[in-house]
């Protein structure tokens, strides 16, 4: 089973506000990822991280922000949070290895934050 | 740029029947993995199935397996004897080997009819 975890499960919040939706995984991950759903939608990627002190912006734009002090935690902030903003937010890990191919593409998911913002 | 098309929004099936859900993607690339992910209602999205492009053979697990068409760019998700907890929203996915990121498909949504 996974073990990574986000915070909240669900949000309402005002606009304007500002929000940090929380992740942690335990299993020691280099590679860790946030991905923005829409509902029945695809997966798009805001934001992925290699490692500690590692941040990168992903395909889809997104005024969201991430750091990567430590390898576990991997928290998204909205310093100002829009209606544009609701969605379900999805973070993942994975680990970095050298074993047989594919062995280390597993994508490990959170159980997402929907966030709606009013 | 690499994409990713499921072409079924939505699927159903009987209880205990197969059922194949399509995908295709564009690449320019000869080395990369293709994978098939399942988002349950309100549960944790997980992975269903790999395949290595290198690989010839068919990928399989369990009651699921793939049809793999690299010249076609094709890769099916075959479901054997469906059972009721195979209902979900299945994604497709893409990584170009040494890539950090997956290209998803926009997913099909599953329904087990009892």
């Known amino acids: 089973e996974a073990d990574i975890y986000q915070t909240p499960r669900y949000l309402v919040i005002g606009t304007g506000k500002k929000i940090t939706l929380e992740c942690s995984q335990t299993?020691?991950?280099?590679?860790m990822y946030w991905y923005q759903q829409d509902p029945g939608m695809e997966l798009h990627l805001i934001h992925y991280?290699?490692?500690?002190?590692?941040?990168e912006k992903g395909d889809l734009s997104s005024e969201s922000t991430v750091s990567r002090i430590r390898t576990e935690h991997f928290p998204l902030t909205l310093e100002s949070a829009r209606p544009s903003h609701t969605s379900q937010y999805l973070c993942?890990?994975?680990?970095?290895?050298?074993?047989?191919?594919?062995?280390?593409?597993?994508?490990?998911f959170g159980s997402g934050t929907q966030l709606s913002v009013l | 740029a690499q994409t990713v098309t499921q072409s079924q929004p939505e699927m159903s099936v009987q209880e205990a029947e197969t059922v194949t859900l399509s995908c295709t993607y564009d690449?320019?690339?000869?080395?990369?993995?293709l994978f098939w992910y399942k988002q349950p209602p309100s549960r944790q999205m997980i992975l269903v199935i790999r395949?290595?492009?290198?690989?010839?053979q068919n990928a399989t697990e369990n009651r699921f397996s793939v049809n793999f068409q690299k010249a076609a760019k094709s890769f099916s998700l075959k479901i054997s004897d469906s059972q009721l907890g195979d209902a979900a929203m299945y994604f497709c996915?893409?990584?170009?080997?040494?890539?950090?990121?997956?290209?998803f498909g926009q997913g099909t949504r599953l329904t087990i009819n009892p």
């Open positions: 690449t320019s690339e000869s080395d990369y993995y």
């Open positions: 991280s290699y490692g500690v002190n590692s941040t």
């Open positions: 299993m020691g991950h280099d590679k």
């Open positions: 993942a890990s994975r680990e970095t290895g050298f074993g047989p191919a594919a062995t280390n593409e597993k994508l490990f």
């Open positions: 395949q290595e492009a290198y690989k010839q």
């Open positions: 996915a893409y990584k170009r080997l040494g890539a950090q990121k997956l290209v």
